[in-house]
C-alpha cells in the first residue's frame, strides 16, 4: 500500500536512521549514474529474468475479482488475459487474514495471519497451484504480493517469538509513519529486523512459495522501509531456487535496484500525470522527470508506471476521479513510456468505482467494454521492441509540437522497430506543427489501423485528449 495508507511501515529511531542513510548512500550513486541507457558507468547488475524483457502487468484483487472471490474465478479468466496481452499476473496477499483486531468485515489483505498459509476464502493450496501452472502454460508468470513490514497481531511469531517484533516500553506496536509517529494501523503489529533469526524465517516464507507453487517473484510492500542489507540476503537465496522477478513498492532508493529489485513503482510520474491531468503542470514537466529519473536509476532500470493501483482506486480515486475525461490519454503515455505498464484488474470494463478494501465489493465486469483499449497497448508492447523494457526496448526521443506545455509526442526505435506517440494532454483542442527528425517515414496507426506519414513540420489538429499511436 501506499505510504499514506501504508500497512507497514518502519519504527523510528535506528531504522529510519539506517534508511536516511541508505537515501544518503543512494544520492551519492545518483550523482555518477548513467543518463543513457548504453553507458557502461552504471549497469543494472541483478539477474533478470528473460521474459521479463517485454513484460506487461496485471494486479489481480483476488476477493473483488469475482462474484466467489477465489483463484478458480481466476483461472477461468487466464486465456482471456493471455489474449489482452497481460504477461504478468500480480496477486494481492493470498495468505490468510487476521482476526484479532481486524478491519471490516473480511479485514485488511495486508494483515497477514500467516505466510505459509493460503486465505481460505481463495480456496486451497493446490487450487492456487494449479492456477500457477495453467498460468505457466499460458506463457504467463505469476508474483504475489509479500508483506514482510509487520504481521497480524494473531500470526504465530507474535507469542512464539515477541523478540522479532518491534516494542517500545516492552510493548509491541503498530506500523510508525516515516516521521516516528505511531499510525492507527491497528491491526497489525511492526517487526525488527535488527533480529538475524526474523530474518532467516522471512526468507524460508518467501523461498517456501518459489519451491512449492513455482511462483515467479514477489512485489513487496514498502521495500525501502527494511534495511537494504535484508534484500541482498533475499535476493539470492530465492536466484538459488529460480531466477525471480522482484517489484519493489517504492521509489526513492536507488540502492534497491543493485541488492535485490528489478522493477520500482513511478510515483513521480504517476502524481504528475495526476496533476498535468488537472492543470497544474504543463506537460514540459514530464521532461524533467525523465532526466532526473535516468540520472538517479542505473542503466536497464525497470520502472512500472500505472494509472490505478489497489491504493490509489480504493483510497485516491477511480480513474474518472484522477484523470477526469483525459483517462484514456493518460494510460496511452503510460503504456507506450519508458517502462512497464500496469493494468489494474476491472479496467479493461471500465472500473468505475472504488472497490471496497475491507468487505465484499466483486467488479461489474459487462461486456468488458475497453478490452479492445488495453490489448492494443499490451500487444503493441508485448511485439513491437521499440517499447520492451529496460535496455531491451529503445530510448524515448521527445519531439516538438510547438504546444508542448499541452501535447506531449515522442518515439523510440529499436533495431527496425519504431513507434510514436502524440498525446493531447489538456482538455482543449490542439494545433500542432512536429519539428525534428529521426521520425520521419510510413506508420500505422494502431487504433484506427490507418496508413499515415509522418515527417518534419507536419500540421496535424488534435481533439480533447486526443492521443495517436504510430507504429512501422
Not at 481463495?122 to 506463457?139: E, S
Not at 540476503?233 to 535496484?257: C, H, Q, S, Y
Not at 467488479?363 to 520492451?388: E, M, P, Q, V
Not at 523494457?389 to 533495431?415: C, E, H, M, P, W
Request: include cysteine; proline fraction near 5%; glycine fraction near 6%.
Amino acid at each position: 500500500m501506499m505510504m499514506k495508507k501504508a500497512c507497514g511501515v518502519i519504527f523510528s529511531g535506528l531504522i529510519i536512521l539506517t534508511v536516511l542513510s541508505c537515501n544518503h548512500t543512494s544520492q551519492k550513486s545518483a550523482d555518477v549514474a548513467t543518463t543513457t541507457p548504453d553507458s557502461s558507468v552504471t549497469q543494472h547488475s541483478l539477474p533478470t529474468p528473460e521474459w521479463a524483457q517485454n513484460a506487461t502487468i496485471y494486479e489481480v484483487n483476488t476477493r473483488q475479482f469475482s462474484d466467489s472471490g477465489t483463484f478458480k474465478a481466476v483461472e477461468e479468466q487466464l486465456t482471456r488475459l493471455r489474449e489482452m496481452g497481460v504477461t504478468i499476473l500480480w496477486f494481492m496477499p493470498i495468505h490468510p487474514i487476521s482476526q484479532d483486531r481486524r478491519k471490516g468485515t473480511l479485514g485488511n489483505p495486508y494483515a497477514v495471519q500467516d505466510y505459509k498459509a493460503i486465505n481460505p476464502e481463495f480456496g486451497t493450496l493446490d487450487d492456487f497451484k494449479a492456477l500457477v501452472r495453467r498460468a505457466h502454460d499460458l506463457g504467463m508468470h505469476v508474483i504475489i504480493d509479500w508483506v514482510p513490514n509487520h504481521t497480524g497481531w494473531d500470526h504465530p511469531w507474535v507469542k512464539q517469538h515477541p523478540e522479532w517484533y518491534t516494542q517500545i516500553k516492552g510493548k509491541m506496536v503498530p506500523p510508525v509513519d516515516d516521521k516516528g509517529q505511531l499510525t492507527d494501523r491497528s491491526d497489525v503489529v511492526n517487526l525488527n529486523y535488527d533480529n538475524p533469526a526474523l530474518r532467516a524465517a522471512m526468507i524460508d516464507a518467501m523461498q517456501y512459495w518459489v519451491r512449492e507453487c513455482d511462483i515467479d517473484g514477489y512485489r513487496c510492500e514498502v521495500a525501502a522501509y527494511l534495511p537494504n542489507d535484508f534484500w541482498a540476503e533475499v535476493r539470492p537465496a530465492l536466484d538459488k531456487i529460480k531466477t525471480v522477478f522482484m517489484l519493489g513498492e517504492w521509489e526513492d532508493n536507488p540502492e534497491l535496484f543493485e541488492t535485490c529489485f528489478n522493477m520500482n513503482y513511478g510515483w513521480r510520474m504517476h502524481q504528475l500525470m495526476k496533476q498535468i491531468a488537472k492543470g497544474q503542470r504543463p506537460a514540459t514537466a514530464i521532461d524533467s522527470l525523465l532526466t532526473m529519473n535516468k540520472k538517479r536509476f542505473p542503466a536497464g532500470y525497470y520502472q512500472m508506471h500505472f494509472t490505478q493501483t489497489h491504493d490509489e482506486n480504493s483510497w485516491n480515486g477511480t480513474m474518472a476521479e484522477s484523470f477526469g475525461n483525459g483517462g484514456e490519454a493518460f494510460t496511452t503515455l503510460a503504456f507506450t513510456f519508458d517502462g512497464m505498464p500496469l493494468v489494474y484488474n476491472g479496467m479493461e470494463a471500465n472500473l468505475s468505482k472504488r472497490l471496497k478494501f475491507y468487505e465484499k465489493d466483486p467488479i461489474y465486469w459487462g461486456n468488458y467494454g475497453k478490452s479492445d483499449f488495453y490489448k492494443t497497448l499490451l500487444t503493441l508492447k508485448r511485439r513491437n521492441r521499440a517499447l520492451w523494457n529496460g535496455l531491451s526496448g529503445g530510448v524515448l526521443v521527445k519531439i516538438s509540437t510547438g504546444i508542448d506545455d499541452k501535447v506531449y509526442a515522442f518515439y523510440r526505435q529499436r533495431d527496425n522497430d519504431r513507434v510514436m506517440a502524440i498525446i493531447n494532454l489538456s482538455p482543449t483542442p490542439q494545433t500542432i506543427r512536429l519539428t525534428g527528425d529521426g521520425f520521419e517515414g510510413m506508420y500505422t496507426e494502431v487504433f484506427s489501423r490507418q496508413p499515415t506519414e509522418l515527417r518534419n513540420a507536419l500540421t496535424l489538429a488534435l481533439k480533447p485528449w486526443e492521443y495517436k499511436v504510430y507504429t512501422n
